[in-house]
């Protein structure tokens, strides 16, 4: 049984690229989010087994959306995606919750790294 993805990432190029990477290698991808707000209504459409998000993102970030989607799902997997020094808010992204985390630019091998040790 296919694990089903939804993938947050304000830039079209990346969701573009996650979702290559990711349906390559058997994960369904139910949705996409350009921003938290969408993310967290897209949550709650699709109810994924794993969401990659983005902490940079307009309207309502990565981790306000992260926040909000455990509030009402604390079972839910969340990867954040950071660029090169956003350590700061990688470490409140996982004390908030987030299972693990992936920096851009994506290696392939090391989101599936992360992606498998999350939901196998």
Excluded: W
Aim: aromatic share 4%; proline share 4%; glycine share 6%.
């Amino acid at each position: 049984m296919a694990k089903n993805v939804l993938i947050c990432d304000d830039a079209a190029f990346m969701r573009m690229m996650i979702k290559d990477i990711l349906s390559k290698n058997g994960y369904n991808i139910v949705g996409e989010a350009e921003n938290g707000a969408k993310a967290v209504e897209k949550f709650e459409e699709t109810k994924p087994d794993l969401v990659l998000m983005d902490i940079t993102m307009p309207e309502m970030d990565g981790i306000q959306a992260l926040k909000k989607i455990r509030e009402t799902h604390p079972e839910a997997c969340i990867i954040m995606c950071s660029a090169m020094g956003q350590q700061a808010m990688v470490i409140e992204a996982i004390q908030s919750g987030a299972k693990d985390f992936i920096v851009k630019p994506f290696q392939p091998e090391r989101v599936l790294e992360a992606v498998k040790k999350v939901i196998g």
